[in-house]
């Protein structure tokens, strides 16, 4: 992880400094090349017009006039700075500062820049040739070298960006690589924690608001849903330890004092029959946590058909009605006909029968137990079952629904606390919710789906992604 | 009756055909899905007992839409671990006639087999039941005891008439949910057994001789002959 950091970031700087390494030398090539061409120009042409100065005064003066005048002035300039030479027909010299006419000098008149070895001195020098009449000849030059520290400079110059750009640029990837490892390096403390299994941590956001924390950020919601993804696995496993290590142990201690103590036969056979029920016990959990699993997977949305919800609520209470009778309760149905909705009838069938199974456990004799099924605003279906029992206490209502949760009015009745989070558990798959209400005294439990006709339901093949949020609209009308 | 069983677990397999076996059936077994449909085509049994998962590349449904399409219609029951309803749906589609989930009860299996068995005999057009001085009359949806009318509930004339239908044999509890009200899983409480209490007291109440009974630890069964003495 760090090479990569550091190969990245001195890839980065690399690049900048190349970018502008190029840039410079595109900006100074032609400068320079103008620059050379404009001062050959320019130099050429001073020696044109003073080789035709000379001319001139030759033509005024003779070769001796001219002779005079370029000793005069050759003996006030400085030398080097201009050659003059004059010579005649068979090329001796007769005046200027060259000591002879040098070799490899073009016969033709014309300008040239040629090497010339003058004084045992080499140097480029560019030279304006002209034939006067009578075959005199005149070289009017300029040592060209003259100019070569100023080129220098410009090159010294140019080398001196570069290096400033490099160092900038090697400096710039240093603190970017060390901003971005810090931050890097944060981040994978935090992730080692969160791996170690200390999902508490988060990712540190800065104020700054950049990529960065916008990435942190993201990633700091996904933790948030997979602590509360871990903690309702952990509570459920807990739950489910719980609740089966119970049974569990009651069977195992009952088969292993048979085997111990060896009780006649008829006692024997009433232990196995007891043994049998236990494991019947849990294989009703199972079946229970099963079904949830299902549920909660969002699987059975396949199984939607159309079904008449009055009708399905009728059947339960008809069929719940003796055993209610029975323990001396009053179980009734505020029929209000028909009512259509799209649902899993078995699931709905087990969702209305676990509330009233519910309610019958809890309400003691001489009590009221009582459904309706209600049309709501927005497409959606209420069934409430009201009983006038204990109830649920307020603190314990949000948990009611929790897998295994058993209040402490259930203490020593049949069941293993799973009824009411299947309830929830399929009206959220009917894009619903459970509501849990005071009914002074009592309970009311109200299951609201919604009727799911074509245009509320969506694609039974394309459950809601997110299953454990209820439509805010179905707490709205409650 | 002669029965197949096929089953790969050889537990579950002994458990099933010593039961079965106890209860005065001969039982073939076969222990993967080749040898199994080779008994099933070759042999004529009365009910075969089939499991969904064998080893080998023949499951149960394959062997039982072979035998559907090779028109063998013994009666299936189908024995599995995979208990969801639409797992069940699947299996009664493929040609079962019933479904199972393990674990089960010996009970229950027997009283399916029981009931699976004679279903062939039974006849669709039948206008009246009789159990003993017990006369059921389909049409008018109507009971006598005797010369006695008995008022019932239409659920309680549904329930009797199931029970009637296979009178002399246990139906269990799990069999009248399924049958009877149609509910695919199992209530906490024991609402079952009271809605067969108050049918009991309708019929045999004030009566010498009762006709339906509890089978404890499988479920009822109603009958005119009086209980074996154990």
Known sequence: MTRVIRSSAVT??????????????????????A??????????????????????????????????????????????????????????PLAGNLPAWPQSIPAHAGSYTLPVTLDGRHSMVAMVLATLPGGYRLLVGRDVDRFAPIERRFWYGLAGAVAVLTVAGLIGALLIRRALLARIQSTQQTVAAIMRGDLSHRLEVRSSGDELDTLAQTINRLLEQIEQLVHGIANVSNSIAHDLRTPLAELRSRLEELALTRPPVGETFAEIDAAVADVDGVIRIFNALLR????????????????????????AVEFYLPAAELKGLSLTLRDAGPTGARCDPVLLAQAINNLIDNSLKFVAPGGHVELEVERLAQGLVAVTVADDGPGIPEGDRPKAAQRFFRGDAS??????????????????????????????PGLIARMIIERGTAAVAGDPRHPRINPDRPRRDAEVTA | MKILVVEDNERMARFVTKGLKEAGHTTDHAENGRDGLFLAVSEPYDVIIMDRMLPGNIDGLTIIDALRKADNHTPILILSALGDVDERIKGLR????????????????????????????????????EVGDLRIDLLARKVWRGTRAIQLQPREFQLLEYLVRHAGQVVT????????????????????????????????ADEERQLLRTVRNAGYMISAEPPPVT
């Open chain 2, 94 to 129: 493929a040609g079962g006639d019933d479904y199972l989930a393990k674990p089960f009860a010996f009970g229950e299996l027997l009283a399916r087999i029981d009931v699976l068995s004679r279903r062939r005999r039974q006849d669709a057009t039948q206008t009246a039941l």
């Open chain 1, 35 to 92: 620059w050379q061409e404009t001062i050959k120009d320019f130099r050429f042409e001073i020696l044109q017009e003073d080789s035709q100065r000379l001319a001139h005064v030759f033509d005024l003066r003779g070769p001796a006039g001219l002779k005079a005048f370029i000793d005069e002035r050759v003996g006030m300039q400085i030398a080097g700075e201009r050659m003059l030479l004059l010579s005649d027909a068979a090329g001796r």
């Open chain 1, 292 to 315: 949830l699993a299902e549920i909660d997977a969002g699987l059975r949305r396949s199984n939607f058909v159309e079904t008449d919800l009055g009708e399905l609520v009728a059947k």
């Open chain 1, 12 to 33: 980065l700087a690399t690049g900048y400094v190349l970018l502008a390494f190029t840039a410079l030398v595109l900006f100074a090539a032609p400068l320079l090349y």
């Open chain 2, 173 to 204: 509890r799990t069999m009248l949910l399924e049958n009877v009200w149609d509910y695919h899983f199992d209530p906490e409480t024991n609402v079952v057994d009271v809605h067969i209490s108050k049918l009991r007291q309708k019929i045999d």
């Open chain 1, 411 to 440: 203490r020593g009745t049949p069941g293993v606390g799973l009824g009411l989070s299947l309830v929830e558990a399929i009206a959220r798959l009917h894009g619903g919710s459970l509501e849990l209400a005071d009914n002074h």
